[in-house]
């Protein structure tokens, strides 16, 4: 999803930069819970909280602190929290009448990226997972609980598995959305998959630009990869629109980073031009991942939720094949692509009550 947005960056931001200039005062904040019973038995608290060395922005919202707590790790350079009004609880989301879910942007992203500069040597999967781990620690301290879930959603899957591998006291289980295993390996796939796509609608502009692209790997120059990646993602996200009629992420993305109160107008412009800096420290990071050579045994439960549409998916099983762990699911949800919970939330929601709370 990052890719297309770097192509309405360039427009979206020069057409509100006055806006900008007027506005930099604007308040964010997030909505209380309206059922009057949950104010007094729940929490919603958008908060900074210092993890890693750096202050990070932090979304806590449940209707019942007995809860248990549901850690959120987002994706590459994208955050979940712009998403969180759209499912607050008293708007029939159940994930927040289930848990305490706790959403954070992580550094250098989001409305973090307002509130820290950190140094650039810190961007890597170490440090991430770090920064994870302290906020874990922090929040369950507070709430008062001995194990968490965690939910890891894409490139957060990569860091939910090493956190998993590092401190398998924290979590009740780890729950991965879109695993990614072999990210060279998806972008292969990724390829493929878009050109064959183009050969079938005859589109000459994307047969083109891909024949010209090179597969990302760790023998290309960082900018190499950075452009190759945001051609692929172009024709990717054009491919599983038209053959699998799935959404519009990147639109849904910007139209919900507006709309969530969360997030004032400096920290919308924040989280878009934050996507192109992150991608482009983390890009290399992200291609040396293998988690089946990394992290071959977890000691906690594991879920995996695929998408039937996912280019990761092919890694993501080869990995889950091999995985040793106490308890491991894969859990393949028909319809969907790698944004399994955007195109299919119903039926992920379905295994999170059903599997994952109470198996």
Same mark, same amino acid.
């Given at each position: 999803m990052k890719t297309r947005l770097f192509f309405a960056l360039g427009g979206l931001l020069s057409g509100i930069a006055l806006i900008? $200039?007027?506005?930099?005062?604007?308040? !964010? @904040?997030?909505? =209380?819970?309206? #059922?009057?019973?949950?104010?007094?038995?729940?929490?919603?608290?958008?908060?900074? /909280? @210092?993890?890693?060395?750096?202050?990070?922005?932090?979304?806590?919202? &449940?209707?019942?602190?007995?809860? =248990?707590?549901? /850690?959120?790790?987002?994706?590459?350079a994208v955050p979940m929290m712009p998403f969180a009004h759209l499912g607050y609880a008293d708007a029939g989301g159940k994930g927040e009448q289930n848990f305490i879910v706790v959403q954070y942007d992580q550094r250098g992203t989001g409305k973090t990226a307002r509130l820290s500069n950190p140094d650039p040597a810190t961007y890597n999967v170490d440090q991430y997972v770090r920064d994870a781990e302290e906020l874990i620690e922090i929040l369950r301290k507070r709430y008062g609980k001995d194990r968490v879930y965690v939910q890891g959603i894409s490139w957060g899957s990569v860091i939910g598995a090493k956190l998993a591998q590092k401190r398998p006291d924290l979590m009740h289980a780890f729950i991965s959305e879109g695993q990614v295993s072999s990210m060279i390996e998806a972008h292969a796939a990724a390829h493929a998959l878009a050109v064959s796509f183009a050969q079938e609608e005859k589109n000459q502009e994307a047969l083109e630009q891909l @024949?010209?692209?090179?597969?990302?790997?760790?023998?290309?120059?960082?900018?190499? #990869?950075?452009? *190759? /990646?945001?051609?692929?993602?172009?024709?990717?996200?054009?491919?599983?629109?038209?053959?699998?009629? %799935?959404?519009?992420?990147?639109?849904?993305?910007?139209?919900? $980073?507006?709309?969530?109160?969360?997030?004032? %107008?400096?920290?919308?412009?924040?989280?878009?031009? !934050?996507?192109? /800096?992150?991608s482009k420290r983390m890009n290399r990071a992200i291609l040396e991942v293998d988690l089946q050579a990394?992290?071959?045994?977890?000691?906690?439960?594991?879920?995996?939720?695929?998408?039937?549409?996912?280019?990761?998916?092919?890694?993501?099983?080869?990995?889950?094949?091999? %995985? *040793?762990?106490? @308890?491991?699911?894969?859990?393949?949800?028909?319809?969907? &692509?790698?944004?399994?919970?955007?195109?299919?939330?119903?039926?992920?929601?379905?295994?999170? %009550?059903?599997?994952?709370?109470?198996?």
């Open positions: 900008f $200039l007027v506005s930099v005062g604007c308040d !964010s @904040r997030t909505v =209380p819970h309206k #059922n009057p019973d949950w104010q007094k038995s729940g929490v919603a608290s958008l908060e900074t /909280i @210092r993890a890693g060395g750096i202050d990070h922005a932090v979304l806590i919202r &449940g209707t019942d602190l007995s809860h =248990p707590l549901l /850690i959120v790790i987002h994706g590459f @024949r010209k692209t090179q597969i990302p790997s760790l023998s290309l120059s960082d900018e190499e #990869n950075f452009q *190759s /990646i945001g051609v692929i993602g172009k024709w990717l996200d054009h491919t599983y629109q038209k053959k699998y009629c %799935l959404m519009d992420l990147p639109g849904i993305f910007i139209k919900s $980073l507006w709309a969530a109160p969360e997030y004032s %107008l400096p920290d919308f412009l924040t989280t878009l031009s !934050s996507i192109e /800096i992150f990394q992290v071959p045994e977890l000691k906690v439960p594991v879920y995996m939720i695929m998408g039937e549409y996912d280019v990761m998916k092919i890694p993501a099983r080869r990995y889950f094949d091999s %995985l *040793s762990a106490p @308890r491991k699911e894969w859990i393949e949800i028909k319809g969907a &692509g790698h944004a399994v919970s955007a195109d299919k939330p119903e039926d992920v929601e379905a295994v999170y %009550l059903g599997k994952v709370l109470r198996p």
